[in-house]
């Protein structure tokens, strides 16, 4: 983690904001790093580990759409990809969302609010991406009428959603994506 944020983060730039949902069991839930799992970190950042794991869907779209952007390097100039949630959570087994239901929501607001808060010290745009249609969108907007942390919130699908309903549209997605988040640094 250290490695990864002192190589991309350590000039003080403010960026975009790209928010995803809250740390996957086999993603940044292990690496620490938004979006990325213990083969991306080789693949993509370069970073060697000995962290144990398997690809994750969300991981797998990230690493082509940097790809896509033209590498980390050039791609974590502009943005700061991080989850509106600093916890992974699991229920059954499987990856739960801070939104699934709004008890665990109202009992983590603070957190989050908190979380948000102090990573937008780092410089943050007055735009937003956010990953979700739904409910990630909907909990960001919630949050951000009262604590207008952005002017503008862009929404785009959840790079899971798209790997595993909408795969064999990859390439018009990554097309997509790269007008969203260019569209974000124009504003």
């Not at 994750?56 to 980390?72: K, M, N, R, T, V």
């Not at 916890?87 to 801070?98: D, E, H, P, V």
């Not at 951000?144 to 503008?152: G, L």
Request: hydrophobic share 35%; net charge positive.
């Amino acid at each position: 983690m250290q490695l990864y944020f002192s190589t991309y983060f350590s000039d003080g730039a403010p960026r975009v904001f790209v928010l995803g949902i809250n740390p996957g069991r086999f993603g940044s839930g292990v690496t620490g790093i938004p979006f990325a799992d213990p083969i991306s970190l080789h693949t993509l950042y370069g970073i060697q580990s000995t962290l144990e794991g398997k690809q994750e869907l969300s991981a797998q779209f990230i690493e082509q759409f940097i790809g896509h952007w033209g590498g980390p390097h050039d791609f974590y100039k502009h943005f700061y990809i991080t989850a509106m949630s600093p916890f992974g959570l699991i229920k059954g087994g499987q990856n739960y969302n801070y939104y699934d239901d709004p008890k665990v929501f109202e009992v983590l607001k603070p957190q989050i609010v908190a979380w948000l808060q102090r990573q937008l010290s780092f410089g943050a745009s007055t735009t937003a991406i956010v990953f979700g249609k739904g409910k990630n969108s909907k909990a960001l907007s919630g949050l951000n009428d009262v604590h207008r942390w952005f002017e503008r919130i862009l929404t785009l699908e959840h790079p899971r959603y798209v790997m595993q309903y909408k795969r064999a549209a990859l390439p018009q997605y990554l097309d997509m994506y790269k007008q969203t988040f260019t569209e974000a640094l124009e504003s």
